[in-house]
């Protein structure tokens, strides 16, 4: 007999916003209803209760004592951050742009952290006048804050972003391991808290980021391991206790057929086992977690409307008056070595039968603008809207918005 068909891989269910008569209803609203008020196509629309239920789930399944940051350059959109600071325990920014969001929203400076490479002196020093704290990433970092410790009269709040001599397997973008521009070489740990103590920082703890985007629990568990350990290694030459270990994340959430959403339960049992030992080996430490795409992705909506329909050969075009310059991850086009789909949805048509297959286009003039490539949509005419899920992180901030000089997104927190 012949082997039967395999079945091609499919995207993970969308269930994340409610369908009624045949429409979306981000934040409760019809979309077509919800494109009137925004007054324009393309937008972004972030639910404010996927947000929630998304730290919700996460809180009522990983140890009560873990905090939950929201590394900001996922979304800074100044609203959802807004909205975000009331339901995390710390913001994480990696500029001094991002920095203003994230004092803006009321979030006490002891709960803001900076990381990032390429810290400028000016940054520091308002990072220093702010009272946040530094996850320093070079040996000049520490006599830029030192200097601006001094001149300001103030304490240089420390840590230390460590480059570890492994990686986050199966990430969709390695940070860590091997020579990178982030963070400081284990290896070179030691000296580094040398001078911190000679210089006179305030050292609070270690950061570690190895990864981003893995749909793999034992992966993620593995790098929390190693981390926790390289931290407790390291402990030894700290001029202090340290108070905080912040263990990145690197959570990812399912974009393309085939990918799973990730199980979160080996996670907080690692992270509980985790608490357990750091009880003795790191007993003044809180544990935490910096995630960006797994707050925000999947609480946001790409929408542009379809402006024309076409036929070239044996494919169905729909050209749509969003695209690349708004999204363009959605197009493949950051970080991805092959292109696929992301999950599409014509947002007014929910209940149609999905019976043509279709490539969905933006607007510019190039072979790399397109939002769907052959994926089977109901029928769609001029006028419908175009629905990118998954759109919640590093989509408008992620995108050049000046590219061919369309005009602009709009993004509304529902
Ligand atoms: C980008 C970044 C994050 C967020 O990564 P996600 O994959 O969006 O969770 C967290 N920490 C640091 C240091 C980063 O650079």
């Known amino acids: 007999m012949p082997d039967a068909p395999h079945p091609l891989p499919q995207h993970a269910p969308m269930t994340q916003f409610a369908v009624s008569h045949g429409e ?35 809180r009522q399944t ?46 006490s400076p002891k709960q803001i952290s900076f990381a990032g490479p390429g810290k400028r002196d ?12 530094v996850n320093i990433e070079s040996f000049r970092e520490v006599d830029v804050l030192a200097q601006a410790s001094q001149t300001l009269g103030l304490p240089a709040r420390a840590a230390v972003r460590i480059n570890p001599d492994f990686e986050l397997k199966s990430s969709g973008m390695k940070m860590g391991g091997g020579p990178k ?12 808290l040398a001078n911190m103590g000679r210089a006179g920082l305030s050292f609070e703890g270690f950061h570690l980021y190895p990864g981003s985007q893995s749909l793999q629990a034992e992966a993620i568990c593995e790098a929390l391991q190693q981390s926790f350990d390289l ?29 799973k959403p990730l199980d979160l339960k080996p996670i907080a049992e690692q992270l509980e086992r985790l608490l ?10 809180t544990l935490a977690l910096e995630l960006g795409r797994y707050l925000v992705a999947e609480a946001g909506i790409y929408v542009t409307r379809v402006v024309d329909r076409k036929r070239s050969r044996d494919q169905v075009y729909l050209v749509a008056d969003g695209g690349l310059h708004h999204h363009l991850a959605a197009t493949g086009n950051f970080g991805q070595v092959l292109r696929k789909n992301y999950p599409v949805a014509i947002g007014n ?8 297959v279709t490539t969905v286009v933006g607007p510019s003039c190039t072979p ?22 998954q759109s919640g992180a590093y989509g408008a901030s992620a995108s050049p918005h000046q590219f061919l000089a369309h005009p602009p997104c709009v993004e509304v927190l529902v």
């Open 24 to 58: 979306l209803m981000p934040g409760g609203e019809r979309l077509t209803t919800l494109a009137a008020r925004v007054g324009q196509t393309p937008f972004y629309a972030y639910g404010r209760s996927q947000l929630r239920q998304r730290i919700t789930e996460l």
């Open 62 to 107: 990983l140890p009560p004592k873990i905090r939950l940051h929201y590394a900001m350059k996922a979304n800074p959109m100044p609203a959802l951050v807004g909205f975000m600071a009331g339901l995390v325990d710390g913001l994480d920014v990696a500029s001094a742009g991002e920095l203003k969001v994230a004092l803006d929203t009321g979030m």
């Open 122 to 133: 000016a940054e520091l020093r308002q990072a220093v006048a702010a009272g946040v704290l």
């Open 181 to 192: 521009p982030f963070g400081v070489d284990v290896e070179q740990v030691p000296t580094l």
């Open 231 to 259: 931290a407790v290694r390291l402990s030894q030459h700290a001029p202090d206790k340290v108070r905080v270990l912040n263990l990145g994340g690197g959570l990812g959430v399912p974009y393309f057929p085939g990918d």
């Open 276 to 285: 357990q030992l750091g009880q003795a080996q790191l007993p003044q430490a």
């Open 349 to 356: 048509k929910m209940d149609a039968p999905a019976s043509q």
């Open 368 to 389: 790399l603008d397109v939002l769907a490539e052959r994926l089977l949509l109901p029928e769609a005419q001029v006028g419908d809207l175009v629905v990118v899920f």
